[in-house]
């Protein structure tokens, strides 16, 4: 039984498009991390959460604590955002587990 | 320019010959995480460090093991490699505790034939 699960695994988007990916979790959490990880491999972390929301440009994540359950959108997709997403919590042993990570693809 | 860095980026071995991978940040990070990244499987943690000589296990610590004599460098060992440590490779840290933001390294990729 994976912690954090993610869905979906594969997205498929038109460019301009809005975009959702979900995040549950089964452990008790101190934080929520969303992660991109480039084509290239290399991992930049978006959000740090531990309630609410947060805003970085076209980039929105939301947590539900009591759900047990944080979502990251994309309003007005662009190829750019093309990556692999990845979720990660951090339980309150200060260890993390990740999602598989979702992938990304924006279509001009 | 803040950043974590990684070496080898890139590393072929053999099974048996003890190697160490080095992680170093320029940040005066208290916080220091090592990450597999596998096919199928994602990221998952191997160890940890709140602070100097201050280390944990995390998900998957058996064949590794890392040291933290100071602030800024945490190197992974693995004594006895084993084709399944073949894996991507992950250093990264964060300023002061591990609730806040991290910064990766840019990945070791490692092959024990």
């Known amino acids: 039984k994976n912690e954090v699960e993610q869905s979906p695994q594969n997205l498929t988007a038109q460019e301009g498009e809005f975009i959702t990916i979900n995040c549950s979790y089964s452990v008790g959490i101190s934080a929520l991390h969303w992660l991109q990880q480039h084509p290239g491999g290399g991992i930049v972390s978006l959000f740090m959460l531990s309630s609410g929301k947060k805003k970085h440009g076209r980039l929105i994540a939301t947590i539900n604590i009591q759900e047990k359950h944080s979502s990251l959108h994309i309003t007005a997709s662009h190829p750019r955002d093309s990556a692999v997403y990845i979720c990660a919590a951090l339980n309150t042993g200060n260890q993390f587990y990740f999602g598989t990570g979702t992938s990304l693809t924006v279509i001009p | 320019e803040a950043q974590v860095t990684q070496n080898p980026r890139y590393l072929i071995t053999v099974t048996g010959k003890k190697l160490t991978v080095t992680c170093s940040q320029n940040?005066?990070?208290?916080?220091m995480s090592w990450y597999r990244q596998d096919p199928g499987l994602g990221l998952r943690q191997i160890y940890y460090?709140?602070?100097?000589?201050?280390?944990d296990k995390g998900d998957v610590p058996e064949g590794y093991k890392v040291s933290r004599k100071e602030k800024r460098n945490f190197p992974l060992i693995l004594e006895s490699p084993s084709p399944n440590q073949t894996s991507l490779y992950f250093c990264a840290s964060s300023l002061s505790s591990s609730v806040d933001e991290q910064f990766f390294g840019p990945g070791t990729r490692l092959t024990v034939l």
């Open positions: 460090s709140m602070n100097v000589e201050v280390t």
């Open positions: 940040m005066n990070h208290e916080y």
